[in-house]
């Protein structure tokens, strides 16, 4: 008999995976914090399902509002036409986000609401009468996603710009903050920011960054002083501040939304990943009255985007359900105390000469190496030490499901230690 992964190899194609994709492994099932796999082993989830699965696999809570959902309206079209679960999702993401974001435009992911605030930002800038206003400025190391607006402010060496030269917009990159999480910003760690804001403030649309910490793009965490600052210099040089929080939003960083440790709000906000609690694809790009009042006086007056299953009810219920269970109040307990244990379990790889770096913030555990590691060795080690981690060029990370028990966080802290100390 022909087995699963034999079959996906002659169709299917993975992320950032050649044509048959390898090593490649079958799940059967999910429950809680564990993967169970064809063969019938279960590995303890390190990854959350890329940043998205906070309440573990197959909560009851998200599985009933999901029923519910399903046998009343699972989908219907956003043009003209609105329904409970969309705007109640809608208000609860105004009342629970940084002072001022007052207006939501639900996307399909997170890719899309990155476009979605872009072409936002842009359009504000001919409404006012301003159109030379459409380079965007960010920052290296960051990712914000894979289509070709999203990849153009991504960082242009691990986005392998190359690739897609001619075909990208040409943006500006300012240094990566050298300020660590827990240091102050200097005058040296903005300067390259600064100068690149005064000098193209007259072309600038918007400045795009992930607050506090870059994800896909490095796993870096900054410092607060820092996103404080940028919000003051985009306000004096007449630039938007567009935050992508779709990794970073939902608590994951220790506060639910990772602008709160600078006390800032953007003019854009864009929010993926988690909203759902980890089941279907949703993310929502929210916006400032400074952002809404341009748009609606200038011409054409509307915002040119729509998706076919825009406010999809289903995964409006799976988010609403989702915020009910962070509302409920656990969860910066749960995060603290994954940190807590990540710091302290985790500091045993730092003698490893493999490791460049270990750094823990919120629910975020990162062993950076000194080299990129082999995917095609360590990837079957993680899954025989009974773990999922899934390692990116030289970073080898973990952010598990929020409801992670002690026992199972020291099988993936355990299991990280043992793989990387067989590096050489
Ligand atoms: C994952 C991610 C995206 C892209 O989201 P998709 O749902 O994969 O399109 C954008 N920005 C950040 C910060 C992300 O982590």
Redesign the pocket.
Known sequence: MTSLVERDRRVVWHPYAAPEASPLFAVESAQGVRLRMEDGRELVDGMSS??SAIHGYRHPRIEAALEEQLHRLPHVMFGGLTHESAVRLCERLVALSPEGLERVFLCD????A?EVAIKMALQVWVSKGRPGKRRLLTIRGG????TFG?MAVCDPVTGMHGLFEGNLSRNLFAERPGCRFDEPCEDADIADLARLLEQHRDELAAVIL?PIVQ??GGMWFYSPDYLTRVRALCDEADVLLIA?E??TGFGRTGRFFACEYAGISPDIL?V??ALTGGTL?L?ATLANDRVSAALGEGDPGVFMHGPTFMGNALACAAANASLDLLEEGKWPEQVSSIGEQLRSELEACRSLPAVADVRVLGAIGVVELHEAVDMSVVQPEFVEEGIWIRPFGELVYTMPPYVIESGDLSLITGGIFEVVSRIA
């Open positions: 890329w940043w992911s997170g890719s899309v990155v990712y914000h996603g894979d999203a992930e994800g896909a992508d779709i990794a864009c993926g990943k694809t993310a």
